[in-house]
């Protein structure tokens, strides 16, 4: 075995790596569910990357080998997940009623009308608006 192996044992396989402090090749494939009951009874979940231990410095290849059985079989779960993910997702779509708004036409001359008077109203509201006022 090479010098810089002893000292340095990483894979070169994307997703393996060597972690010093167990000294085991290590990878974080798939996920798990840790359930939490609070005090006041309530349940949270969530979920948490799963972390498998291949093997000490001295068995690369075998950590190599296990991790791709691993990784694997995580790719089928995955898929099978995703399809029926897929399915559930289709089904919700088919049965989904859609609201459509209710639109109104601009009355456009009546719009323009409007703005173009809008300062002759105002000046002759605006003195009445000063009598209710002081009334108070």
């Known amino acids: 075995m090479p010098l810089i192996e002893v000292m340095c044992p990483w ?11 167990s000294e085991n090749y290590i990878a974080e494939i798939g996920y798990h569910k840790i359930n ?6 309530s ?3 969530k979920r948490v990357r ?3 231990y291949f093997g000490d410095r001295h068995r690369r290849e075998e950590a190599e080998a296990k991790f791709a059985i ?4 995580w790719e089928h779960c995955v898929a099978d997940q995703r399809a029926a ?3 559930e997702n289709a089904e919700r779509k088919a049965h ?7 639109t109104y036409a601009q009355d456009w001359p009546n719009y323009n009308a409007a ?3 809008e300062k002759r109203h105002f000046r002759n509201y605006l003195p009445s608006c000063a009598k209710v006022s002081t009334r108070r």
């Open 11 to 21: 894979s070169a396989v994307p997703g393996i790596r060597w972690h010093k402090p």
């Open 36 to 41: 939490h009951i609070g005090a006041d009874g």
């Open 43 to 45: 349940i949270t979940t």
């Open 50 to 52: 799963t972390t498998h």
């Open 70 to 73: 691993i990784k694997k079989d």
């Open 85 to 87: 993910y897929e399915a």
């Open 96 to 102: 989904t009623v859609t609201k459509t708004r209710k």
């Open 115 to 117: 703005q173009v008077n």
